[in-house]
């Protein structure tokens, strides 16, 4: 991954400082670690489908936030926990009669 082209290419966008462009792009090396999408993805993403936690991240300054919303955003949760009295297949008796 090339920072100087992401750093030129965010800063038109973003509209904010080297410092705070260079934290992004460690924010998003992070979470590509996570969710299994490359940088370049992750970036992608985050141009089209952040822009709410980007604009949380300028009033809260809250890089941690920042992370977590992006990797909550970008993993799909859909593993629901079995209910109290659901037993596992391997624990269910066989019915004989």
Do not use: A
């Not at 750093?7 to 299994?36: A, M, P, Y």
């Not at 992608?44 to 977590?68: A, P, R, S």
């Amino acid at each position: 991954m090339d920072h100087e082209y992401w750093v030129e290419r965010l800063s038109g966008i973003l509209i904010w400082n080297e410092r705070d462009i260079r934290k992004i792009l460690r924010v998003v090396s992070d979470s590509s670690h996570f969710t299994g999408l490359t940088v370049e993805e992750t970036l992608d993403f985050l141009q089209h489908g952040c822009d709410e936690e980007i604009e949380l991240l300028k009033q809260t300054y809250d890089w941690t936030l920042f992370k977590k919303q992006l990797i909550s955003k970008l993993t799909k949760r859909e593993i629901t926990p079995p209910g109290l009295s659901v037993l596992h297949p391997d624990l269910m008796e066989e019915d004989y009669t």
